[in-house]
């Protein structure tokens, strides 16, 4: 599976940027709907941490507790997209951000590294003060 993020870039503290990430080659026999989808994010010198997550229909979502009541994970199935919507942006939320694939459905462990099989490239996101 390829993913491919875009819309990251500079932007003001208290911005409302959206993230999307376009999925592609899927193995035979599996669609996007054959995957959960979430997105991390990693600062330098740090580990990557859980941003969001939700299950194949979109149903389900989870956050960090960080970014709960900022941020906002959906995805379109018909056209293989997961997006983050990011509002009131701080300077903390400045990261690469990761879009992240998991073959099982629904994750049984949201916020773990090892669950997701497939990661994306990388956006930077730079909130300026």
């Known amino acids: 599976v390829q993913l491919q993020a875009s819309g990251g870039g500079l932007v003001q503290a208290g911005g409302s940027p959206m993230l999307s990430c376009t999925a592609s080659?899927?193995?035979?026999?599996?669609?996007?709907?054959?995957?959960?989808m979430g997105w991390f994010r990693q600062v330098p010198g740090k580990e990557r941490e859980f941003v969001a997550g939700i299950n194949w229909t979109g149903g389900t979502t989870l956050y960090a507790d960080s970014v709960k009541g900022r941020f906002a994970i959906s995805r379109d199935n018909a056209n293989g997209r997961v997006y983050l919507e990011m509002n009131d942006l701080k300077y903390e939320d400045t990261a690469v951000y990761y879009c992240?694939?998991?073959?099982?459905?629904?994750?049984?462990?949201?916020?773990?590294?090892?669950?997701?099989?497939?990661w994306g490239q990388g956006t930077q996101v730079t909130v300026s003060s």
């Open positions: 992240v694939a998991d073959s099982t459905l629904v994750p049984s462990r949201w916020s773990g590294l090892d669950e997701y099989d497939y």
């Open positions: 080659r899927f193995p035979s026999g599996l669609t996007f709907r054959s995957y959960a």
